[in-house]
């Protein structure tokens, strides 16, 4: 009986050592898988040279169709499926649809391919240091750093077609649309880099985020239901920064913009880990305290139950 | 069960942390030590950013250590005289560590210097493990007990200044060395994310003299002061302390501290010794690894401030 009790407890032991080492194993095996291959839409489109001013798209009023008699012009509206998303501490990421329609659309049928449409969704922009790890003396340590006042938290692309085919690098740079050009600002401190550099170091906050699912872009992602109304799926992942999301649609003919619309959405924290969040961040005294005392509490009442048991 | 953690900025399975909590809770519980030196490595391992790591850690060493305190507390085992002294000198350090937390995370540097610090610190408390075990197992097969330690002899602590009487301790010894070792696992209690008991114990027996029924008691009574202190310090400077994780990893760790605890009574400890040096130096090695290995991302991002 005494011998079993202890082999019993001998076997626990072993597993809780067994565990443990599975962890450190699994942390090991995760460090030596490679980092995951940046999707093949990124390097394939071409930068413009930083110093090229971006000429400023044709004046809407310009534009005439071709036909003869003049035909109303087209225009675009959307909304999407939820304007306030709630993120609780179970949030495991969302999905939103965004749908919208042609007004005088002149396409005959869903299929006929004349619309563009380009819809991108983007977070509150943050502040955020990316920073470059070199080899000093065998260690693999961060050497050189760059500082960001304003870079989109959540940058999400849905397009008809790849972007390359929808319009020229031109008019989508002035429009802020592509990863190649998504809307960054440098701290002053960076304003000695040289234009690769700085290509180097947007690519990087891009591809990182690219990583987290954070940036993303789906080239086939609008779909048109009918001749003048498309929809388009979007996911946020977990660790989307909450805040004002604006949603801007975008309408091309031929290469060029015919109209825009925007529209917005809201991220917020809600339940028990918003009054974690507000409370850490706002009251940082007082929570360090409640945290203490939280542990303090734990401590004490499992050291109760487990003598009572014992007794 | 996925759980959003809100300071970690992460979403992680619910069990993950708690079953972390308890394996290393169960560990701590057979060994007698805190169990922060192996918590906050596998923090950093599943992704935990390390600063929050080290915060969070130092709340869940408030929540092990606590109840500890108190049944020593009862037992009269704790010298509140020396307590003070090395708790006064672990708040200190502690101050000073927060702030050379807060120093090196804006310098992007603070990944780098937890890493060498438990690199260090691992690698030699797992090799002089490893020895002893060995030496331990060795002994056990061939039957041999070596004479203890001679006691009573005077050394250099002796002859410093500023003399106090610790009555429950039967001292008469300079305040100037608990003072500085205080100072010492205080500072390494906010940097690193552990309670320091491993520093502390050796050096109040052997340096200070303390008598053993006492060391237990009053290092209690320190690290659960100081780990508190520090936990509101990484709160108030760093935004560091994630009380989601803290409560799923003191939950798991008080139950699986209990299980260690009786196993601990029954077993056997060479081999598990040995078997916890094992440990003690993969997490070391991995750790190593992760700085000598070419990393597949050179760049990282680190956001700042909140809008």
């Known amino acids: 009986m005494e011998s079993a009790r202890r082999r019993h407890r001998r076997t626990i032991a072993s597993i809780a050592i067994g565990v443990l080492t599975a962890c450190v194993l699994a942390g090991a095996a995760i460090a030596q898988r490679p980092a995951p291959a940046q999707p093949p839409s990124v390097p394939t489109q071409p930068v413009p040279p930083a110093q090229v001013p971006p000429p400023a798209p044709a004046p809407a009023q310009e534009t005439r169709p071709p036909e003869a008699p003049p035909l109303p012009r087209e225009s675009v509206h959307a909304d999407v499926s939820t304007r306030r998303i709630a993120v609780t501490s179970t949030f495991s990421g969302t999905g939103i649809i965004v749908f919208g329609a042609v007004d005088n659309s002149r396409q005959v049928s869903a299929e006929s391919g004349l619309y563009d449409v380009v819809i991108v969704i983007s977070g509150a922009p943050s502040r955020l240091v990316a920073r470059k790890k070199s080899n000093v003396g065998g260690l693999w340590i961060n050497t050189s750093s760059v500082t960001f006042t304003s870079v989109p938290s959540y940058y999400a692309i849905s397009s008809t077609r790849p972007l390359d085919e929808v319009a020229s690098d031109d008019v989508l740079k002035s429009s802020g649309i592509g990863f190649d050009f998504v809307p960054m600002t440098f701290h002053r401190s960076a304003r000695n880099l040289t234009a690769p550099e700085i290509k180097e170091w947007r690519d990087a906050v891009v591809r990182l985020k690219q990583h987290e699912r954070l940036y993303q872009q789906d080239e086939y992602g609008v779909a048109f239901v009918g001749r003048s109304l498309f929809r388009s799926a979007f996911d946020m992942p977990a660790t989307v920064t909450v805040g004002a999301f604006e949603t801007r649609v975008y309408l091309f003919r031929d290469g060029e913009l015919l109209s825009t619309y925007t529209t917005k959405l809201d991220l917020e924290r809600e339940g028990l880990e918003h009054f974690v969040h507000r409370f850490a961040f706002d009251h940082p005294f007082f929570y360090g305290v409640f945290t203490v005392l939280i542990a303090v509490g734990a401590g004490m009442l499992a050291s109760y139950v487990f003598n009572r048991n014992k007794a | ?307």
Do not use: C
């Open chain 2, 1 to 307: 069960m996925n759980i959003y953690l809100p300071i970690a900025e992460m979403s992680a399975n619910l069990f993950l942390f708690i079953g972390m909590g308890a394996s290393v809770g169960f560990l701590s519980g057979m060994f007698g030590v805190g169990g922060g030196f192996l918590m906050t490595p596998l923090l950093i391992f599943t992704g935990v950013p390390s600063a929050v790591a080290v915060g969070t850690e130092a709340a869940q060493i408030v929540a092990s250590s606590v109840s500890g305190a108190l049944a020593q507390w009862r037992r009269r085992n704790i010298d509140f005289k020396m307590g003070t002294i090395l708790l006064a000198g672990g708040i200190v350090g502690s101050v000073f560590g927060v702030e050379a937390v807060k120093a090196l995370r804006r310098v992007g540097q603070f990944d780098l210097f937890v890493i060498l610090s438990y690199v260090t610190m691992l690698g030699v408390i797992g090799t002089l493990m490893m020895i002893e075990s060995i030496n331990a197992i060795r002994q056990a097969q061939s039957g041999i007990v070596v004479a203890s330690r001679q006691r009573g002899q005077h050394n250099w602590v002796h002859r410093l200044p500023l003399k106090m009487r610790f009555h429950r301790s039967k001292l008469y010894i300079s305040a100037i060395p608990p003072l500085t070792l205080g100072v010492f696992v205080g500072f390494l209690a906010a940097i690193m994310g552990v309670g320091g008991g491993f520093i502390m114990v050796p050096a109040m027996i052997y340096l200070l003299k303390v008598p053993t029924n006492v060391v237990v008691g009053t290092s209690l009574f320190q690290i659960t002061f100081v780990t508190a202190a520090t936990t509101i310090l990484h709160a108030t400077q760093n935004q560091t302390v994630d009380a989601t994780l803290a409560l799923l990893l003191i939950v798991g760790g008080v139950i699986g501290a209990q299980f260690g605890a009786i196993a601990g009574q029954r077993l056997k400890g060479e081999q598990l010794r040995f078997l916890l040096a094992g440990i003690v130096l993969l997490v070391a090695l991995r750790l190593a690894w992760s700085l000598v290995v070419h990393p597949g991302e050179l760049f990282s991002l680190t956001a700042l401030g909140r809008p």
